[in-house]
């Protein structure tokens, strides 16, 4: 009966009984795993909780800080609260770190020295760090500053190649960067505890030395963080995971009080530090959107796994597949032609809560050699912890999928990504 009047519902949003019948089959089999990643938030909200209360979070917190900022409660607050919660020593969680590219440009610029070396163990870097490094000559670049990198690629089944990375490792080596997330390469993701494993054996060789760990996308996805496992810092935006769809910007850094330290350093002035920053009316965002993290992640989670499930089932290759684990909140969809890729941002972006009346459509981006096409109904511009979907237009059309603050917005966007691809012929159920 009830289940009659969701199906109606459906059918007015334009997604129709034999679609939905069809997802409706696929999430039967997936009950168990949806248990498991309820129990994992479960724990993280708990984690969460007792940061919290330790802390005594109060309504004060909220109060908007302007000018200076010196002695803002509620920005200090927050920053203990984050480092209780990562089992670090200390953290800084900025609006006016803009970004995560920002925020891993911080962390890298502020503990490395003329004359260091940075290491990447695990392959290129995101795109956006090939610039911050120097790899793309760049303006301001740690080349720029004589800073010199190295980078040790995975074997070619995705395993660490230690005897490599023993060898690039010298009295030069002053940070090595761990990308968690493959973000949107088609390495594999890296777990916790693989992270751990590459650190301790590091750590071993050059004891030390700054693991720093990107952990974008990888957030509340385990019960363990790379700061349990040995990371010195930990790095990433707050317009993904931590910030639980609410926060309207902001990045976040935590770890050593000596990497932290000089990364406040860096980002306001030598003596000024963490003293100053106000933070302009956004803690309640920044508060509740850690407060929510939890269980949105989990809803991306489930979305990222049913997305998988149901287009392995119709013949499509997904990475991550249908039953791997998952250490990361992104899904990629091969559809081998341009209509599928086209299609899918479609039926994405026509189920979104803001701007569903637009088609998205490809486009030349800044910065990419061939054209993109985006979908991304947001609420916070080019938050992916909400529900989003882009691809460039190139062979073997792929799309990247990521996010949903609700499980019930990420099943609807799902649903209507098949009835696009239905509606075009491009698939029969
Ligand atoms: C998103 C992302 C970044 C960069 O973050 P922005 O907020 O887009 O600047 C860096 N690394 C990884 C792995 C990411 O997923």
Redesign the pocket.
Known sequence: MLEEIVKQQYKRLGVEEDVYEFGKSILQELKPRFEAIDQVAECNHLRVMEAFQKNRVRTECFNMATGYGYDDVGRDTLEQVYADLFHAEAALVRPQIT????A?ALALMSNLRPGDELLSPVGKP?D??EEIIGIRPSKGSLAEYGISYRQVDLKEDGTFDYEGIKAAIHEKTKLVTI?R?K?YATRPTLSVEQIGELIHFIKEIKPDVICMV?N??GEFVETVEPIDVGADMMVG?L??NLGGGLAPIGGYIVGTNECVENAAYRLTSPGLGKEVGASLGVMQSFYQGLFLAPGVVASALKGAIFAANIYERLGFDVHPNATEPRYDIIQAVTFHKPEGLIAFCEGIQAAAPVDSYVTPEPWDMPGYDDQVIMAAGAFVQGS?IELSADGPLRSPYTAFFQGGITWNHAKQGILMSLQKMKEKGLISL
């Open positions: 970004c995560g590219t920002h891993l995101y956006t760090l990308q997330s973000g990107d974008c996308y935006s317009i993904k992916s």
